[in-house]
């Protein structure tokens, strides 16, 4: 595998603040995730989101609300486990701009109001998901890891 690519995807010098940043947006993002997918924790499920994201001018909604819905339980279970956090976190952020400036802008900033606060906030701990990578304990450590020996000194 190329080496620069290995690095770019894998290796972080993030220690343990990127679990404690990872473990629990990836925990929200993959329950929001799960909402929109399968209906879990009181969402409305593909149906149900599709036909509301239709509604406020994202069409075709059902395609829409099955994007968000990956980019969210996907992306935050590849949060959970430290694996492909880089482009994990790119997908995620994107999806918080999609939904701060479809969704939320026009109700200010506080979420009581329906506004962007929260969004604001996943965007902002995506973003520098994506700057620092997964950290210490993480699968794209342990692949970084292993992309470093040569091939012949792998043990079983």
Known sequence: MNTSLVTKLFVSNAGLSALALR??????????????LFGWFGGYGLEGTGQWMESIGLAPGYWMAALAGSAEFFGGAALI?????????I???FTMLVAIFSVHWANG????????????????????????????VSVDQCIARAAKQPYGSRSA
Request: overall charge positive; charged content about 5%.
């Open 81 to 89: 486990l430290g694996l492909l956090v880089r482009p994990a976190a």
């Open 109 to 136: 900033l506080f979420m009581s109001n329906n506004g962007y606060e929260f969004a604001l906030a996943l965007l902002a701990a995506s973003v520098s998901l994506s700057l620092s990578g997964a950290g210490a």
């Open 91 to 93: 997908v995620s952020a």
């Open 23 to 36: 473990v629990p947006v990836g925990v929200i993002l993959l329950a929001h995730g799960a909402q929109k």
